[in-house]
Nanobody, 126 residues
């Protein structure tokens, strides 16, 4: 099972940016997996933020982040990224990356994502 580790979270002010990273443990075929990003705000259910297919050609986004967030990946580094711009207080959440095979067809449904990171906290507050 693919092991994933998120990093890059923190406290920022509204309008600022953050880049989250999702690194895979060595020994896994990272470029076989699509990577989904999810978030869970306090008191709310976890929701899909976006997803990028295994070769990086296509990405998908939730309407709430479209135009502000960008997902990318560097398969040679076994790492995916979530670039978050123009952050809003409502973006405050624990952000998770997760892996599924090849494509994002099941996203934002979590069922097909079998490998999850531990999450990283993002807080947007003035």
């Amino acid at each position: 099972q693919l092991q994933l580790v998120e990093s890059g979270g923190g406290l920022v002010q509204p309008g600022e940016s953050l880049r989250l990273s999702c690194a895979a443990a060595s020994g896994f075929t990272f470029n076989y997996y699509a990577i989904g990003w999810f978030r869970q705000a306090p008191g709310k259910e976890r929701e899909g933020v976006g997803c990028i297919v295994s070769n990086g050609d296509t990405s998908y986004y939730a309407d709430s982040v479209k135009g502000r967030f960008t997902i990318s990946r560097e398969n040679v580094k076994d790492t995916a990224y979530l670039q978050m711009n123009s952050l809003k207080p409502e973006d405050t959440a624990v952000y998770y990356c997760a892996a599924t095979q090849l494509v994002c067809s099941s996203w934002p449904d979590e069922v097909a994502f079998g490998s999850w990171g531990q999450g990283t906290q993002v807080t947007v507050s003035s």
